[in-house]
Structure formats: structure tokens, C-alpha cells
């Protein structure tokens, strides 16, 4: 009797659990194929990333070398108008309002640069040009005395003091001792300066000839100046014929 009573229930309660147990992998089954299909859309968006880079790395490959600092260039010109006419008509100074906003380390190095625009002395290129440049710098460095001039003029006289080929002078111009102390003071200066620079010679002339070419000569400076300390001695009796 308690077996026939039982089954019934038995029957409904495995029932139930395999509807579990199903519903169960249904919902397992949706969430890889959410998952998956999260994959695919992930899998999707990247491929469309990467070929957009691609495109774009391409076509930065066919522009020309000088394309991306040309277009900054361009651009930051663009902005110097229109901060300059921003400036001009509220009435301000466009450079003092962008000294104002610039750091401090950026505006020493375009000061910087400027003086280095501004130096007239490229170096030597021949010369005529190292004449030129030089008589420049004494020319620029003169300041005349308009005053001894004028009264040099009066005490000669005009006639005097402007020759012509039919006029004979003899002392009538005389330097004045200011004249003489600033003539003094610029050649001791020119002097001190011409110091400074020297030509270097390229090898001593007194020295004993050891080398047979150019190359030999920097190879055999190259092992005096590493090994030589330590080999003074076996050079010295060499010299001497002392070597054992």
C-alpha cells in the first residue's frame, strides 16, 4: 500500500526537477550566446578601429615629408593675425599680452634666438668678407667729438680744414690728446682681443717625425696618451741604448 500511496508524488517531484534542470540550461545556453555575441560585437569594433588606423596611417605615408610641421606652421601663423588684430582692437600690445601668457623658459629661448638673428658675424668665408666685418665693428664703435671738430674748423679755418689738390697743408691738423687716449685704449683693446684667438697648429714642428702618413700620426698621439705614462721608461732606454 505504501508503495502504490508513493509513486505518485515520486513521479511529480522528477517531473519537476528535470523542468529545472532544463529551464537551467536554457538559461546557460542564453548567456554564452550573450556572451558570444558580446564577443563578436567587441571582435567587430575592433577590426573597424584597426582598419580605420590603417587608412589613416596610409594616407599620413603619402603626404609629403614637411606636410605636419608646414600645417603647424601654417596654423600658428594663422593664430599670430588673429591674436594681433584681437590686440589692435581692444587697443593692447599683441606682444606684451602674449609675453604675458608665454612661460618663462619658452620666452628666454626666443629671446635667444633673436640675438643669435641679430649677430652679424657668420664666421669666416673669405677674406675680404673678415675686412669687411671688421672695419664694420671699428666704424660702429667710433663716437665723434662734434665739438673739438668745430672748434678744430674755427682755429684752421675752412679753407684749411677742406683741401683741395692745389692746397698745401702742413700741420694744420693736429689730434687732440682725447683723440690720442681713445687711439691708445682701442688698439690695446684690439690687442687684448686678438689674445684670445689663436690659430692651432695642427702638429708641432720641433717634434721628432714618428709617423709615415696623416692617419699614422692621430694612431701614434691615440697610444701616447693612453699608454705613455707607463711606457716612458722603455722609451727612454730605448733612446739610449740601455734596453736590456
Not at 537551467?24 to 538559461?27: A, D, E, H, V
Given at each position: 500500500m505504501s508503495?502504490?500511496?508513493?509513486?505518485?508524488?515520486?513521479s511529480s517531484g522528477n517531473e519537476d526537477s528535470e523542468a529545472g534542470s532544463s529551464s537551467?540550461?536554457?538559461?546557460d545556453i542564453n548567456a554564452y550566446k550573450n556572451r558570444f555575441r558580446a564577443l563578436h560585437q567587441k571582435r567587430e569594433e575592433s577590426r573597424k578601429l584597426n582598419h580605420e588606423q590603417v587608412v589613416e596611417e596610409d594616407r599620413l605615408k603619402k603626404l609629403p615629408k614637411?606636410?605636419?610641421?608646414?600645417?603647424?606652421?601654417?596654423?600658428?601663423?594663422?593664430?599670430?593675425?588673429?591674436?594681433?588684430?584681437?590686440?589692435?582692437?581692444?587697443?593692447?600690445d599683441y606682444e606684451r599680452v602674449k609675453s604675458l601668457n608665454m612661460q618663462a623658459d619658452v620666452a628666454e629661448k626666443l629671446e635667444a634666438a633673436k640675438r643669435r638673428k641679430k649677430n652679424p658675424d657668420t664666421g669666416f668665408a673669405d677674406y675680404e668678407a673678415m675686412s669687411m666685418r671688421q672695419y664694420e665693428r671699428l666704424t660702429n664703435g667710433l663716437k665723434p667729438d662734434m665739438k673739438s671738430y668745430e672748434e678744430m674748423?674755427?682755429?684752421?679755418?675752412e679753407d684749411q680744414f677742406y683741401p683741395s689738390a692745389n692746397t698745401m697743408i702742413q700741420g694744420s691738423h693736429y689730434p687732440t690728446k682725447n683723440a690720442l687716449d681713445k687711439l691708445s685704449s682701442d688698439v690695446q683693446g684690439q690687442m687684448k682681443k686678438r689674445d684670445q684667438y689663436h690659430r692651432r697648429r695642427m702638429f708641432d714642428v720641433d717634434a721628432p717625425i714618428d709617423y709615415i702618413n696623416e692617419r699614422n700620426r692621430k694612431f701614434n698621439q691615440k697610444l701616447e696618451r693612453f699608454y705613455g705614462p707607463y711606457t716612458d721608461d722603455i722609451k727612454g732606454d730605448l733612446e739610449r741604448g740601455t734596453a736590456i
Open positions: 508503495d502504490d500511496s508513493n509513486s505518485p508524488t515520486n537551467t540550461r536554457k538559461l614637411n606636410y605636419i610641421h608646414k600645417r603647424q606652421r601654417q596654423e600658428w601663423e594663422l593664430q599670430e593675425i588673429e591674436g594681433k588684430k584681437l590686440a589692435e582692437s581692444e587697443g593692447y674748423k674755427s682755429v684752421v679755418g
